[in-house]
């Protein structure tokens, strides 16, 4: 597990968490330069996604060695946390377990799934051989590449960039990385005093997201965009832009 440090030299701290199968530098590289420009970036790979030998081995255990890298290295505080998709469950759990601090837990368009571990084993014996076997084929591979670049708006380096994820890291982590996180929990209402859970909601995956958002955080401040998952990571530069903008009023905030 890795964590790298940039833009030392800002005041606020904020830890960037990358989503499923993904590294930081693929998951935030659009908006990596607007970033670091103004905080000092925590960037976290986690096991199994960092191009050690090491395999993903479960949720909690990840966040507890993130915990410990915070506790050691920055005295158990930080400003935010900005979780793409799955690196969302790491802010949830951040916050929930109360081991350390932050002001402002940033969800990046997360979708928070949550199932029995029938159903999540099911789902990842679909999923996992789904996301491997996009790049098993130079058809399959332009297929998907078309795909991505059709439904996100793509650029066509950024889509190349994504799809490497696919086929670099081992389909263990993967599965281990998907299963864990499908069965491990969020309570409701989560209330931490001093730390606002901002939400990133991506309006065209559907409202039950947004009900997820408002079931397990109390009060939590949710800013609306039309755009796909996560599209504003992946997506053409005018989705970045408003998000960028409302990360800097979050960031801003007293709490």
């Known amino acids: ?8 030299e800002n005041e606020k701290k904020m830890m960037l968490l ?13 908006v990596f330069d607007d970033l670091v420009g103004k905080y000092h970036l925590i960037c976290v790979n986690y ?7 090491d395999i993903f081995p479960d949720m909690i255990t990840v966040t507890e060695k993130i915990e410990k890298y915070i506790i050691e290295k920055h005295e158990g505080r930080i400003d935010a946390a900005l979780g ?5 469950s790491f802010v949830g759990q951040l916050i929930q377990r109360r081991k350390v601090h932050m002001d402002h837990g940033i969800f990046g368009s997360p979708d928070l799934d949550q199932s029995g571990k029938i159903s999540a084993k099911l789902q990842s014996m679909l999923v996992v051989p789904l996301l491997t076997g996009f790049t098993k084929s130079e058809r399959k591979r332009e297929k998907t590449k078309n795909l991505l670049k059709k439904t996100f ?8 960039k994504f799809m ?8 263990e982590s993967i599965k281990n990385e998907y299963y864990t996180d499908l069965i491990t929990y969020l309570e409701n209402d989560i209330n931490v005093e001093h730390t606002k859970a901002h939400f990133i909601y991506a309006n065209k995956m559907g409202e039950k997201y947004l009900k ?11 800013r609306e965009f039309d755009m796909q998952h996560e599209q504003w990571l992946f997506g053409e530069r005018k989705y ?9 009023e979050f960031m801003k905030m007293p709490v």
């Open 240 to 248: 970045a832009e408003p998000v960028l903008h409302v990360i800097d």
């Open 212 to 222: 997820r958002y408002k079931r397990y955080f109390h009060d939590p401040d949710i």
């Open 47 to 53: 096991d199994g996604f960092d191009g050690g030998n």
């Open 164 to 171: 490497t994820c696919f086929s670099k890291f081992n389909p």
């Open 153 to 160: 708006l793509m650029e066509d380096e950024v889509a190349e």
């Open 84 to 88: 793409s998709s799955l690196g969302s």
């Open 18 to 30: 990358p989503g499923t199968c993904c590294d930081w530098q693929t998951n935030f590289s659009n």
């Open 1 to 8: 597990m890795t964590f790298e440090e940039y833009g030392t």
